[in-house]
């Protein structure tokens, strides 16, 4: 890879996170500037780049829960809304062809203006599940919809992909069923990968070679497949370690994504124009989302968030498009138009996330009214009884402290977590949990109008969730006590300027714990020494 693209993609995302932008902008625009002076994408970066995408799919395969996409308003909501969007879209475009009379826009006919509609129905996977993650809303009610949402459309992709092509997969493409059977034999396989270099090694060998590899050799999308495959080790209780193995890896391919994506356009001054044309009509793509939304009872807060997450145009309508540009149903023109418009989307999307919480107090007011009476069963207002001390994030640390309470202060406790299954298996365990998302400011609201709360623990295990938890409870003026984890030095200094009471390094509480512990053994300290 050229030096000039590492330095140009440092800078780029050292200067959005300086500016509290989303780095994946700042990535965007250095591929912008690289491809101004000229410099061109290459073999190398693009292999890089489609990595990404492979190990963004597995992972998401990997915390996926398959009763997340049976769930009526993911696989019902993403059918209406390319439905809805498709058929706008191409009236709209029809439209414009009319009244602009440009060339490229006069060339479409009935079914290309329905194939250009349906590759701008699509949102991209790459930038929301990016954008989700670094905000620490992946596992919120809304993030895991719109993820849904989102796998939805991949599905839809792929579906047109292989009906268009003309190719049927091949007859041994059967043979993958065997892999549903298989699946408890692959989860121990993970048990014996263990941890480290060979974990990931794991991951890289099951995402790339049992999932993109075979997939496409028995004709089948190998993106597509690298998903499935990480849902078939999703029930695995290592899948999350897994992942989290694979994190800084797949973040590093993705920075050479976006960089590619700026680089793969030179338009000329007619292709800049339609693709601001096109971004004209995304925010009926958005008004879309917000009213299917509603009508599938989400809280208004959760449409609004859903909603600006989805509002952008998607990687996979380029690739819809590239499919429809080599039958020569669009120029190759429209392949440019389209990748100008997919990467100005990410612009515009990228801060408007950022302030997703600013616009539904602005607006959430308005929205609440159009609320249905009965709200989806897992987006309803959160209980939390008569509990003294809130513990938010019920992971290791957060077990860890639940139990120093509860056995030996014998506080009233309750557990706050936005994992499913965690919460699941805590309140068979005997834990009083209940699932929550701590960066969803009606959680907030009703924490607030319990009395007899005195404490809360903050041990969600990213930085960003944190910030944002304590900074919603000195926003309402929180009377009680707050404490923090950490799992870096420099964090602790952001946290005590906002107001956290007591602020703890966990490596070194382990420390702490570790002398204590060692020091009863040898008759230091009494047993049960706190």
Known sequence: ??????????????????????????????????????????????????????????????????????????????????????????????????WLAWPMLAELDGIRLLLLAFALSFSSTVFVVKALED?????????????????MQDIFAVLFMAASSGKLPSPWAVLLLLLVPAAPMLQRLMDRAGHGEVQVLFGITFALVVGYALFEALGIKGDFGALLVGMLLAPHPAAAALSRA????????????????????????????????????????????????????????????????????????????????????????????????????????????????????RYGRALKRLEARELHE???????????????????????????????????????????????????????????????????DKLLVSPTVQLVVLAMPHHAGNLFAIDQLRHREFPGRIAAMVNYQDEIAPLKARGADAVFHVYEEAGAGLADHAAEEIGLLPPGSP
């Not at 209406?80 to 439209?95: R, S, Y």
């Not at 905000?135 to 796998?151: K, P, Q, T, W």
């Not at 994504?257 to 680089?263: A, S």
């Open 1 to 98: 890879m050229d030096p000039i693209v590492i330095v140009a993609a440092f800078i780029g995302g050292f200067a959005a996170h300086a500016l509290r932008l989303p780095p994946l902008l700042g990535f965007l625009l250095a591929g912008f500037g690289l491809n101004g002076l000229g410099i061109e994408s290459s073999d190398g970066l693009t292999l890089l780049a489609d990595l990404g995408v492979t190990l963004l799919l597995f992972t998401i395969g990997l915390k996926l829960n398959l009763r997340t996409l049976l769930d009526r308003t993911v696989w019902a909501s993403a059918s209406l809304h390319i439905a809805a969007t498709t058929g706008v879209f191409a009236l709209l475009l029809m439209l414009l062809a009319r």
């Open 246 to 361: 694979l994190f800084n890896l797949k973040e590093l391919f993705l920075v050479c994504f976006f960089i590619n994506l700026g680089l793969g356009a030179t338009p000329s001054w007619e292709l800049i124009g339609i693709a601001a044309l096109l971004l004209l009509l995304l925010p009926v793509k958005s008004l879309f989302y917000l009213a299917i939304f509603l009508f599938f009872r989400m809280r208004a807060r959760s449409s609004v968030l859903a909603t600006l997450s989805l509002s952008n145009y998607s990687e996979f309508g380029l690739i819809v498009a590239a499919v429809a540009t080599s039958q020569g149903l669009l120029s190759a023109d429209w392949l440019t138009v389209l990748s100008l418009a997919v990467a100005a989307s990410f612009v515009l999307s990228a801060p408007l996330n950022s302030v997703g919480e600013t616009v539904y107090r």
């Open 378 to 444: 897992r987006d309803r207002p959160i209980d939390l009884g008569d509990a003294e001390i809130v513990v938010l994030g019920m992971g290791r640390i957060g077990q860890g402290a639940y139990d120093r309470f509860s056995g030996i202060f014998g506080k009233r406790l309750l557990g706050v977590d936005n994992v499913g299954k965690r919460v699941h298996a805590l309140q068979g365990a005997g834990y009083r949990v209940i699932e929550g998302d701590a960066t969803d400011s009606d959680f907030w």
């Open 135 to 151: 905000r620490s809303e992946s596992n919120s009610f809304y993030g895991r919809i719109a993820i849904g949402v989102l796998i």
